[in-house]
């Protein structure tokens, strides 16, 4: 489980990092990412936030609890500990149809490499 302030829950949140963030794709998960300036909440703000998409596409509701679990857990292992450049990192994970079959080490796989493409195209490095 990730802490309340590691969440993306409000829809606006969603709707900016889908929006205006940088995209990057696999076979199994599409990852966008959105830096926000620290500041920007006027209160002290974690370093990453993330939030998850998985649609009915990826199965029944246990297959999709289970889907949103793995991938919470696995961010909560690969996002920076600390703050990129004074920036807040934002990342949506949309979870692809092909997920259920991916074992463990080809979703982290997976989700390492769209975040990475992703916080390139962004323009801040390879974090993770």
Do not use: Y
């Not at 939030?51 to 596409?57: C, D, E, P, R, Y």
């Amino acid at each position: 489980m990730l802490p309340v302030p590691h969440r993306i829950r409000k829809s606006q949140d969603f709707q900016a990092v889908m929006r205006a963030g940088a995209r990057a794709g696999t076979e199994t998960v599409v990852v966008a990412v959105r830096a926000v300036p620290a500041d920007h909440a006027g209160e002290p703000a974690p370093p990453w936030r993330a939030g998850f998409i998985v649609s009915k596409a990826v199965g029944n509701a246990v297959a999709r609890h289970r889907t949103a679990r793995r991938l919470r857990h696995l961010c909560a292992e690969l996002l920076p500990p600390r703050q990129v450049e004074g920036h807040r990192i934002d990342v949506v994970v949309r979870a692809l149809p092909p997920i259920i079959e991916a074992d463990h080490q080809k979703l982290a796989k997976d989700l390492r490499s769209g975040l990475k493409r992703a916080l390139r195209r962004a323009g801040h490095g390879e974090t993770p």
